[in-house]
């Protein structure tokens, strides 16, 4: 059992050169990291910072990673690139093509084809859990959303769908599909029936951004949001992105939590 402090990195998503610089604050063995995914969507339009990100998760030591929608999408244009009949009918919400809201939304070509040229980064990221239960009980996940809760029973469950979605034609979008919610646990007695559903003390999460200077605490320590808006290139506005350690932070103790 490990005696290091959890240190949760949020939503990078592109920004690689701040997230080194946030990382060298704790090295690599003196603490336990778990990124809470979104490498991708929002970094230096061209620089493919987001697959450089995960490369960055993927090879420093005693950390694990979740997946987060945006590293899906990204795995979504990526099989979209090498066609094949299932993929060739996919269409955006309006019935455009899913590349354009892709874009929109910050991707990044360089990305792509970072990860197109490189298989292992690729099995890296359809290999990492949707979810991740901690010793302490606090369960990690992407989302603020309990839809996870819709996958499977256990934490074991909801893997082992997610990781055979992603070995089917098509199936990343099952995935993509389930983790674009937000705000579920703002409803307490919500909250409570997913922790329940898990057996798990608290929950964190990224991917709804907030403007506090740490970390968002809700429900006394129940649920904790770690994206506070990291990425200095995802908005368009001078200035516009919040401080490291709104999205890279300790992870309280546990021992506390009712």
């Excluded at 979740?66 to 979504?76: I, W």
């Excluded at 809760?149 to 082992?160: E, H, L, P, S």
């Excluded at 907030?210 to 001078?238: K, L, N, T």
Aim: aromatic share 8%; net charge negative; proline share 5%.
């Amino acid at each position: 059992m490990s005696q290091r402090p959890v240190l949760v990195v949020g939503d990078v998503q592109g920004d690689v050169a701040r997230l080194h610089d946030a990382l060298a604050a704790y090295p690599e063995d003196e603490v336990d990291t778990v990124f809470l995914g979104d490498f991708f969507q929002g970094g230096e339009p061209g620089a493919g910072g987001g697959a450089a990100a995960a490369q960055v998760a993927r090879s420093r030591r005693n950390a694990r990673s979740v997946l987060g929608n945006h590293d899906l999408f990204l795995l979504a244009i990526l099989e979209r690139s090498r066609g094949g009949d299932e993929v060739s009918r996919w269409t955006s919400r309006s019935g455009g093509a899913i590349e354009d809201v892709w874009l929109s939304r910050r991707g990044d070509w360089a990305d792509l084809r970072a990860v197109e040229t490189d298989p292992g980064l690729e099995a890296w990221l359809r290999g990492l859990p949707l979810l991740l239960m901690l010793e302490d009980g606090t369960l990690v996940q992407h989302t603020d959303d309990d839809r996870y809760a819709d996958i499977g029973a256990t934490v074991d469950d909801v893997n082992a769908q997610c990781a055979a979605w992603l070995t089917q034609p098509a199936g990343v979008l099952n995935a993509l599909r389930l983790t674009i919610g937000r705000h579920a646990f703002d409803d307490e007695h919500r909250l409570e029936r997913y922790l329940r559903h898990f057996g798990a003390r608290r929950v964190v999460h990224g991917h709804t951004p907030h403007w506090d200077e740490a970390p968002r605490s809700q429900h006394a320590g129940r649920v904790i949001g770690f994206d506070g808006r990291f990425s200095r290139y995802w908005s368009p506005e001078p200035g516009d992105w919040g401080p490291v350690g709104a999205t890279v932070a300790i992870l309280p103790p546990a021992h506390d939590l009712r």
